[in-house]
């Protein structure tokens, strides 16, 4: 079995930037408690960074792609349930264009 490490660390890397992302509400929140130290502006920090995360990850996933090692496609399907909770091993990848297969980077016949 072929391994391709750069399909495991550009997923790890686009995982990263999401739980970035998703952690924009808290810091909002937890800023303008401190500056203003008010409920409603905690309030609106939370849903104003809430609004940053949907057009975060939006962005994320527009413009870093996960692309196949093989053909270099970027149709390429990720799948989690064979994962672990907690893990992101045992990553399963499909690309549609030439219907490899890989699991935690490895290339699967």
Same mark, same amino acid.
């Given at each position: 079995m072929s391994y391709y490490p750069a399909l495991k660390k %550009?997923? *790890?890397f686009r995982l990263a930037l999401v739980l970035l992302s $998703?952690?924009?509400p808290l810091i909002g %929140? &937890?800023? %303008?408690g401190y500056v203003f130290n008010d409920i409603w502006f905690v309030t609106a920090g939370? $849903?104003?960074g809430g609004f940053c995360t949907y057009?975060? &990850?939006k962005l994320i !996933? #527009?413009?870093i792609k996960v692309y196949c090692p093989i053909c270099g496609s970027d149709d390429i399907r990720e799948n989690y349930a064979n994962s672990p909770r907690g *893990? !992101? @091993?045992d990553v399963e990848h499909n690309c549609s264009s030439c !219907? @490899? #297969?890989f699991i935690d980077g490895q290339l699967v016949v």
């Open positions: %550009a997923e *790890t $998703i952690l924009l %929140a &937890v800023l %303008a939370f $849903i104003l057009f975060c &990850v !996933n #527009k413009y *893990t !992101n @091993s !219907n @490899s #297969k």
